[in-house]
């Protein structure tokens, strides 16, 4: 397993921001009415957020961003590190980190970079920031973290569409004596195409068949540049892998799950989710989802049902985040957030 206990960093703030147009999937064209209601039994989604033509996620989290670093009157010239967690970046070259430090008016001795992750990328984010943090004392760091998957969607593929919602996240970080932050992170590529989109990258380049159409089957059409999802090889995947991650996590830490306080799994499918909290028997009452409100906001999801669920919790000592996914990749974290300020979400 990796372990890894991040020593002397705190999360100080969490800021989000989703689209204000809202698609109803009960309205979706390919779905029956005997669909839709099997669908939102099983995967829980009703509605999702879509941005307008263009507006990216590094739209989304710079507007967290901003807001977040107002309402915790940072200094700008203080933030000396910011990563941006995506798959879906403004360009293929250059990086989006750099012209979202330039965005945000942050000094050049700001260190920036991209992280390609989906699913598990807040957790595996929170890690890369806290680690490299831990040793600028006196510093903060922002990471930001979003995806707009509804550019990578084709709305004639049945089993991916009715998922995917787009959004961006902001979360302060600082160097705080005594605090610590907890990880337990995994990776097995063996099937690394269970979520992929084929074409657009190196071994597969955008070429004159990429947008060529082409139906699957009946309800799923779509064309190489689009994400496809396997959603059968998820869900084995997550039952398999995701438990013994968060027990092996307790166990390093000597905490019980009756210590757990609130639980943030990412926001993939009901059903799917459900089954992990119950293998790991976590309070019902503690595992809240947004999946009904705002689907699956990939990398997002984590922030985004934190600041939509917070002020339900009074005890935010022992939090637990979980993401699992694209890659296929994994990470628990174990944190304090009682001294953190969570934002509303903000609708822009």
């Not at 941006?84 to 050049?108: C, E, N, W």
Request: proline content about 3%.
């Amino acid at each position: 397993m990796a372990f890894l206990t991040v020593q002397n960093v705190g999360i100080a703030g969490i800021g989000t921001a989703i689209p204000t147009t809202v698609h109803d999937n009960s309205d979706y064209p390919l779905f029956s009415e005997n669909d839709y209601n099997l669908f939102l039994k099983t995967v829980g989604i009703r509605y999702r957020r879509i941005v307008t033509k263009g507006t990216t996620a590094a739209d989304l989290c710079t507007i967290a961003a901003t807001k977040l670093i107002e309402k915790l009157t940072w200094k700008k010239e203080e933030i000396e590190l910011l990563v941006f967690v995506t798959q879906t970046p403004d360009h293929q070259i250059p990086y989006t980190a750099s012209s979202i430090q330039h965005r945000l008016g942050l000094s050049k001795n700001c260190m920036a970079f991209d992280v390609n992750l989906g699913c598990s990328g807040y957790v595996y984010g929170l890690s890369i920031v806290a680690s490299l943090l831990s040793k600028m004392e006196n510093k903060k760091a922002l990471l930001l973290v979003g995806d707009c998957s509804s550019s990578c969607i084709s709305m004639l593929d049945k089993s991916v569409a009715p998922l995917f919602s787009d959004a961006g996240s902001a979360t302060a970080l600082e160097y705080s004596q005594g605090k610590q932050l907890h990880f337990n992170l995994q990776t097995d590529g063996a099937e690394f195409d269970a979520i992929i989109t084929p074409h657009g990258g190196m071994r597969f380049p955008f070429q004159s068949d990429s947008l060529m159409y082409e139906e699957i089957t009946t309800g799923i059409t779509r064309h190489k540049n689009h994400m496809t999802l396997d959603g059968l090889k998820i869900f084995n995947f997550a039952l398999r892998e995701v438990p013994g991650n968060v027990m092996q996590l307790l166990q390093k830490t000597e905490l019980n799950v009756e210590d757990i306080r609130m639980t943030i799994f990412h926001q993939a499918n009901l059903l799917m989710n459900e089954t992990v909290r119950k293998k790991l028997h976590l309070d019902v009452e503690k595992t809240p989802y947004t999946l009904y409100e705002y689907g699956n906001t990939s990398s997002a999801s984590i922030p985004i049902t934190l600041a939509a669920k917070a002020n339900d919790f009074t005890n935010k000592k022992n939090v637990l985040l979980s993401g699992f996914g694209v890659g296929l990749s994994w990470g628990s974290c174990i944190t304090d957030l009682s001294d953190c300020t969570i934002l509303p979400i903000l609708e822009v």
